[in-house]
């Protein structure tokens, strides 16, 4: 990162959202829990934002795996397997940010998206825009 970036401030966004929460509830469970949360991928969204880089899913996962290592253990970008510790991959970014897409992309019978995924991404947007 090129400039220190608020974490907290970019969390709080996040939180007074609801964003993650409500796509959270979207995606529906697999065998294996994911290790990568919406929260975690929308906040390595915003760092690279803020970090005036594009974000592409490559710099978003650099993002998250150059945070201080409190913060990856925090946020689930390392965790603890059972031959020690995991970082996040890429590939795990891509499969988390599929899902959301995909969740966010469901269409109701006439082709219109679904009324949550329209409001939850439009509130993220305006969140980002105005914050």
């Known amino acids: 990162m090129s400039a220190p970036i608020d974490l907290g401030r970019l969390e709080a966004i996040l939180h007074a ?3 993650p929460a409500r796509i959270e509830t979207m ?12 929260h975690t991928l929308l906040l390595g969204i915003l760092i690279t934002l ?8 490559r710099r ?3 993002s998250l795996i150059g945070l201080p290592d409190a913060q990856k253990r925090r946020l689930g970008v390392t965790c603890a397997w059972k031959n020690g ?6 590939r795990q970014t891509e499969y988390t940010f599929a899902r959301v897409v ?9 082709g ?4 949550p995924p329209r409001v939850c991404w ?7 825009i105005y914050q």
């Open 112 to 115: 219109r998206p679904s009324e």
């Open 50 to 57: 803020a970090d005036e880089r594009p974000p592409h899913l």
């Open 102 to 110: 995909t969740a966010l992309a469901e269409q109701k019978r006439d």
């Open 85 to 90: 510790p995991h970082e996040l991959t890429y």
């Open 27 to 38: 995606l529906s469970a697999g065998v294996r829990p994911r290790q990568l949360r919406v």
């Open 122 to 128: 439009r509130q993220f947007v305006c969140l980002i």
């Open 60 to 62: 978003i996962h650099l």
């Open 17 to 19: 959202s609801g964003v």
